[in-house]
Every structure is written in structure tokens, then in C-alpha cells.
């Protein structure tokens, strides 16, 4: 039975061995509890820092959790963290707009390259479930990164298109902002709150979709139990506007009364943010919480596409940051309650708390 035909059965998580590369970030921290708390036998997490590594390791104090120093560009770094691996969780990435907009030969090197090497050293190590983590960027990009974020989706896609019969299932999750991750905007906002300063937004009317990590783990567990080769996954997911983001972030450490800098748009921004498009939702099957797309397995015979077109696409729009469920200030403030980085910071500065 294979990974491709075996279902949920098969993708039972509790005693399996995870591969999770870049595991020392964001995701990967919360992943890793995610897993230990299941059950998994045990947990390889790839990364290039060892400082977080070792932080990772004295906080985390199990010893399932090996830790490999390498890099996904590296391909004999993947195979020695893939060895013995049931499932594999890609997560690292450039992540950075205006890094990737400066340095996109980088990101191809890591997105674009570095997937292939994992996809590649999954297969050749008998992984039975590799699970993508892509951006809504990826959907009619418009910077260096989501470019080179779109191009892993097609590397996935790709494996799985011209590898019917392997046991390796390779597909994708595809997500907005995941909300207090490293580098988003939210840290940022609570840093100025608390120390006074004017909160700096680029365009008060730009939109984003919001996750929080917990949601992000609930998607990749989704995908990997659910998944056919080549599927993408995306989670739907509610929205708010930056300026909003920003109010509902001061009010969250008590603030009411705060001052706003707007900076303009920076390289690479859009106004809105797609997690699917038009042509995507066309294929999408709503399954509750997650739009599951399956793989276009077609032959690339080009008359095919000259002669058979798609009849529902007019019918549909893309799944923006604009046109999904809008949260008001109060909705967006009950979202940020629950994030436990802001619960800290509102203890450790109470008076700040309404």
C-alpha cells in the first residue's frame, strides 16, 4: 500500500519519524511540540543555524528530537536528515520580501533549488509523504519571492506529474500571514507600542490574510492525512486591513491612543493578497475549513489546451484578502487575544492592559 493509495491509514503520524526542514523556525518550533504531543517516535530537524539549534534543544529537552545542521541546498545535508524519515514537512525558505527583491538569486538557490533536493532525497529515501509549505505569494507573484515560492509549487507539482507510481505523495500548503511568526508584522507593531512610538504602516487600506501557528500545524496535519500526489491545500482564512492590524495590536497591550506613520508601499507589496485563483477555484473541492486543488495531470500535448478550455472560469473570482470574511477591530482584537506572545507581553506590562 502505498502513500499515494493508502489514505489516512497509511499517514498514521503517532510512532512515525517527521523530517521538518528549517525546524528551528517559526513553524518548525511549533510543529515539533505539535508532534511530540502525538506521539511520533521521533523528529529530524534540519537547519543552518546552530545557535537555534542549541536553544531549541535546551528548551525542548526530548530526546527524540535529533538535529541535523545543514542546508537545503546542500543535497547530501537532506539525505542524511532524511534517513529514516516517514514524513517530511518543507519549511525552509527565504521568506523576506525585500531581501528576495535585493538578493533573488538566493532565493532561487533555496526555494526553487533547495526543493528540488528535498523533494528529490525524499523519494530516494522512501519518505512516504513530503508536505510544501508555500505563501499566498506564489499567487500571481509579483515579487522575488513569491516567484521563486511559485516555482517550488510547479517543482512539487512536477514530481508528481512525471512520477505516477512513486511511493512518495509530494503536495502543498498554501497560506497567508501566519500571525507572531518571525519577521511578521505584528512583533513589529508590539515593539513600537511598547516602547511609544508611532506605529509605521506602509498603506492603511492593504489587506492580509490571517493565521495563527496553530492553524498553520492544523493545515500541514490536514494535507498530509488527506493528500493525493500533487494536491494543494489551502485553509480559509478571514482578513483584516493593516491599519486595523495595528489598532487591534495596541489595544491588545492596552494602548487606545496611538499614533500612526504611513511609510508607503515597499518593494514588492501588493494591495491585496490571493490564496487562489480564478483558474484554481475552478478545480477547488471545498472540503469544510480547507479548498483541497487537485493536480492538472494532463498530458502537455499542446492541442489539448487549443482545443478543450475550461467553461466555469468567468463564473468564479480569485480568493483575495479582499474579498474573504473581513474582520472589524473588535473581530481582529479577539484574534490577536489568543495569540500567547501578546498574552506575555500584556503581563509583563499590565498597566498597558485596558
Known amino acids: 500500500m502505498t502513500a499515494a493509495t493508502g489514505g489516512a491509514a497509511a499517514r498514521a503520524i503517532d510512532g512515525a519519524t517527521v523530517a ?55 543535497r547530501e545535508s537532506v539525505l542524511s536528515a532524511f534517513t529514516g524519515a516517514d514524513f517530511v514537512f518543507h519549511a525552509a525558505a527565504l521568506k523576506q520580501v525585500p531581501s528576495c527583491e535585493f538578493f533573488p ?3 532561487v538557490l533555496t526555494n526553487v533549488t533547495g526543493s528540488h533536493h528535498v523533494i528529490e532525497a525524499a523519494a530516494a529515501k522512501g519518505v512516504r509523504t513530503v508536505v510544501c509549505l508555500s505563501t499566498d505569494k506564489a499567487v500571481y507573484p509579483v515579487n522575488a519571492m513569491g516567484m521563486s515560492k511559485a516555482l517550488m509549487e510547479k517543482t ?21 500571514n501566519v500571525m507572531y511568526s518571525r519577521g511578521s508584522v505584528i512583533p513589529l507593531f508590539a515593539e513600537q507600542v511598547l516602547a511609544g512610538q508611532p506605529l509605521t504602516i506602509t498603506e492603511p487600506t492593504m489587506t492580509r490574510f490571517l493565521m495563527t501557528l496553530a492553524e498553520s500545524v492544523d493545515l500541514v496535519d490536514y494535507a498530509f492525512t488527506h493528500a493525493e500526489p500533487g494536491d494543494l491545500f489551502v485553509r480559509k482564512a478571514p482578513a483584516s486591513t493593516v491599519e ?6 495596541a489595544a491588545s497591550l492596552g494602548v487606545e491612543d496611538l499614533q500612526v506613520r504611513v511609510i508607503g508601499t515597499r518593494h514588492g507589496e501588493k494591495l491585496h493578497e490571493t490564496l487562489l485563483s480564478r483558474e484554481e477555484r475552478v478545480k477547488a473541492i471545498d472540503e469544510g475549513d480547507y479548498f483541497r486543488v487537485p493536480l492538472d495531470a494532463r498530458s502537455l500535448a499542446y492541442e489539448l489546451f487549443f482545443s478543450e478550455g475550461e467553461q466555469r472560469v468567468a463564473e468564479l473570482t480569485d480568493y483575495t484578502s479582499e474579498n474573504t470574511t473581513r474582520l472589524d477591530l473588535a473581530a481582529t482584537r479577539r484574534l490577536l487575544d489568543t495569540l500567547p506572545e501578546l498574552q506575555a507581553l500584556a503581563r509583563r506590562d499590565p498597566e498597558r492592559r485596558p
Do not use: W
Open 156 to 176: 512539487a507539482q512536477a514530481f508528481a506529474r512525471n512520477n505516477p507510481g512513486s511511493a512518495t505523495t509530494v503536495c502543498i500548503t498554501r497560506y497567508g
Open 20 to 74: 521538518i526542514t528549517g525546524g528551528t523556525g517559526s513553524f518548525g518550533s511549533t510543529m515539533v511540540g505539535h508532534l511530540l504531543r502525538r506521539g511520533v517516535a521521533r523528529i529530524h530537524v534540519l537547519s543552518r543555524d546552530e545557535a537555534k539549534q542549541d536553544d531549541m534543544r535546551r528548551r525542548v529537552a526530548d530526546d527524540r528530537v535529533k538535529y541535523f545542521v545543514g542546508d537545503v541546498r546542500d
Open 244 to 249: 486595523v492590524l495595528a489598532q487591534a495590536t
Open 105 to 107: 538569486q538566493q532565493a
